[in-house]
């Protein structure tokens, strides 16, 4: 069995995902890029992108019941890997250890023209 998760305190679905979906332990988050809430883009500073991404995915995982310390791995999207490092240590800000299994990726779009995308799976139980 699996069941939507949805809140207002991250920026609604594009189209047709759900923010998150929880299946049995595991809350499998959509990717999240830089939208507030009311659907507007931040843009022009990757550090202020990135946690926006960040505060979107920790909105959502507090929706479905679990925090950045249930993540168990996730995936970074960039348009440019000149931004790792800051990206980084934005990212890093929000985990502590044993950091989450993670993939990082330069790809050549991403939607709304957004520079970074993350994506997660948390586990949260049975």
């Known amino acids: 069995m ?3 998760v949805s809140t207002d305190q991250a920026p609604r679905a594009i189209g047709p995902y759900s923010q998150a979906i929880r299946a ?3 809350v499998f988050c959509s ?32 929706e479905a019941g679990a925090s950045p ?19 980084n240590d934005v990212y890093g800000s929000y985990f502590g ?13 991403l939607p709304k023209g957004a520079r970074i995308e993350i994506d997660a799976v ?3 139980g049975q």
């Not at 009311?38 to 920790?58: C, F, P, R």
């Not at 960039?78 to 931004?83: P, V």
């Not at 250890?97 to 779009?109: D, E, K, L, S």
Request: hydrophobic share 50%.
């Open 97 to 109: 250890v044993p950091y989450p299994a993670r993939a990082t990726v330069q790809v050549a779009a």
């Open 24 to 26: 049995g332990g595991l």
């Open 69 to 87: 310390a249930h993540v168990a791995r996730s995936t970074i999207y960039l348009t440019d890997l000149a931004h790792f490092a800051q990206v």
């Open 31 to 62: 990717g999240q890029i830089p939208l507030r809430a009311d659907g507007s883009l931040v843009s022009g500073d990757i550090v202020a992108e990135a946690k926006q991404v960040m505060e979107n995915l920790v909105a959502v995982l507090s």
């Open 122 to 124: 948390a586990v949260v």
């Open 2 to 4: 699996r069941t939507g």
